[in-house]
């Protein structure tokens, strides 16, 4: 069998948007858990969003001129961040992955760190990644709220909506703390969702981006200065997405947050591992992550 590694392009998105959802449909399926796209319009919305999103670099993997597995590797200064990455189920097991990793890695070679989400239900990608010299360095708690919060949440009075004009002092408080620069993420949650930021007395305290996609809200990242401000990031953000389906994954350290969250309606998906290759490791602020660009 011979494999081509390139570059994806524009014309990939439908087919790559068809692996992403049969093959993360297969796995959650395989292991008992619920699908986590509805359809296969929601696996070329992520396609085409990774497309569009400008440090997002999409490696595939051709055979017999058919597409078969797809990896993204998103750099932010000297950090990157690896995923989705998906192998057509009938190629699962072959040589796909490996060729994707190493593809993968010689573009990330200048990179200190790399981090990726693995489901810890899958032992077979952990053992991958594992091998790799991926270490997990955090639990992460998948969460979703389908439908209403259990409580009716209310605007909170210390949360503004931030705008392409602030982005420069939302790096400042964001790059010391999360240690890697996320501006262009910022940039695109501005752009295609909302970012919500706590301030205090002029002073940001913390945020908390929201992307609408086809299926549900991505809540995340955030990055707040305590537990409390983290609970009222989420309250004004369900406050603003009333009855929309949410997701997010926060620090399974981080127990009074998750806490707040299961009591706003919550519940828990599945448990999942953050891991890196090479030297960062998440620093002491209430973090959550989203899915885009690579759940990180």
């Not at 990055?223 to 004004?236: I, K, N, S, W, Y």
């Amino acid at each position: 069998m011979s494999t081509l590694i390139r570059d994806m392009t524009r014309s990939d998105i439908d087919r790559v948007g068809e692996i992403l959802y049969d093959a993360f449909t297969g796995v959650a399926a395989k292991y008992g858990y619920a699908p986590v796209m509805n359809c296969v319009q929601e696996g070329k919305a992520w396609a085409w969003a990774m497309s569009r999103y400008v440090s997002s670099e999409g490696i595939v993997a051709e055979v017999d001129g058919r597409v078969v597995g797809v990896v993204f590797l998103n750099k932010r200064g000297d950090v990157g961040g690896g995923g989705p990455m998906a192998i057509d189920p009938d190629f699962q097991g072959k040589t796909i992955a490996p060729q994707l990793m190493t593809a993968f890695l010689e573009r990330g070679k200048s990179l200190s760190s790399i981090r990726v989400v693995q489901e810890a239900f899958n032992p077979t990608s952990f053992s991958f990644q594992y091998a790799y010299d991926f270490m997990p360095v955090a639990d992460l708690l998948d969460l979703v709220l389908n439908g209403r919060a259990r409580q009716c949440p209310d605007l909170q009075g210390k949360v503004s909506e931030l705008t392409a004009q602030g982005l420069d002092e939302l790096c400042s408080y964001d790059m010391p703390r999360s240690h890697f620069d996320r501006h262009t993420d910022l940039t695109y949650y501005v752009r295609w969702g909302k970012i919500l930021v706590y301030q205090d007395a002029g002073e940001i305290r913390g945020y908390l981006a929201c992307l609408p996609g086809t299926g549900a809200i991505q809540l995340g990242p955030l990055l707040a200065r305590g537990e409390d401000v983290a609970e009222c990031l989420f309250t004004h953000a369900l406050a603003l997405f009333n009855d929309r389906p949410c997701r997010t994954r926060v620090m399974a350290r981080d127990g009074r947050f998750v806490r707040a969250l299961m009591k706003l309606g919550f519940r828990l998906y599945c448990l999942s591992l953050l891991m890196v290759r090479g030297t960062w490791r998440p620093g002491h602020n209430i973090e959550a992550f989203g899915r885009f660009p690579e759940g990180v």
